[in-house]
């Protein structure tokens, strides 16, 4: 195959999933990681698509766009599966915690089904179905009503009128982005509600967000990033957001991807 013609078939597989990574795209082809990285700075050079460590992923299109949970769920698996490990020693049995939207907290539930005796509130679709389809039947799994989003969370007054009788102990919540001045955001306005509904419900907040999130803007912002107890992130981020971030966050963990 030739280079332009791998490249277009690179474009059309980011377009269709919104992220590759190098080490999949390099076996598929048949080529070198060199190869492909190659490839991918021509088609990032030419505006087509933004490399970020490990891959690439659609060219944002803006504070408003949210993209769907298929999209999102191929980008950083590694780092996300690592920051969902760590995130997970956090919860003890009997804890009654909220998983916000998204798939690093996805990926969190995964790693929380066999803790017995535990209370979870949510208003993500897909964690919810985690816990369903596990069947643990000492855990309480609550499911906020709402209206769907793009990336299947439930958003609107009715959910935000179930978080606010709740009294939590932890909440884990994935973000779009993160910046020293919007602090933590997401592209959704109404997400926006119920993710300040459920910090507002917990007595902590742990806030999960790759290295990808940091510059990134979403339309509405969730709360500074000070508000944050603790912030698990990956070593994909660079000494001087970590050296801002270990100033302004109470407990900054950077877990390694590797």
Do not use: C
């Amino acid at each position: 195959m030739l280079a332009q013609q791998r490249q277009a078939a690179i474009l059309d597989r980011v377009r269709a999933a919104g992220g590759v990574r190098v080490s999949e795209l390099a076996a598929e082809y048949g080529v070198s990681d060199m190869t492909i990285r190659r490839d991918l700075e021509s088609l990032a050079d030419r505006g087509l698509l933004a490399k970020v460590h490990g891959g690439a992923t659609t060219v944002s299109p803006g504070s408003a766009h949210e993209p769907g949970f298929a999209a999102k769920s191929v980008r950083q698996r590694t780092e996300k599966a690592a920051m969902a490990m760590r995130a997970a020693a956090l919860v003890s049995p009997g804890d009654a915690i909220a998983l916000s939207a998204g798939t690093t907290t996805a990926g969190l539930a995964q790693r929380l089904v066999d803790v017995p005796s535990l209370t979870v509130v949510t208003n993500s679709i897909p964690v919810a179905d985690i816990f369903y389809r596990a069947g643990r039947p000492d855990q309480t799994v609550v499911l906020t009503g709402g209206t769907r989003t793009p990336s299947d969370a439930l958003v609107g007054p009715v959910a935000v009128a179930a978080i606010g009788t709740l009294h939590l102990d932890m909440l884990f919540l994935g973000v779009h982005g993160m910046s020293e001045r919007a602090g933590y955001t997401t592209p959704n306005l109404m997400e926006a509600d119920v993710n300040r509904a459920l910090v507002e419900a917990a007595e902590r907040l742990v806030v999960l967000a790759d290295h990808t999130k940091w510059g990134t803007v979403g339309i509405s912002s969730i709360v500074p990033l000070e508000r944050a107890d603790v912030l698990i992130t990956d070593d994909g981020l660079d000494e001087a957001a970590r050296a801002l971030l270990s100033e302004t966050v109470p407990d900054l963990v950077v877990v390694s991807s590797q």
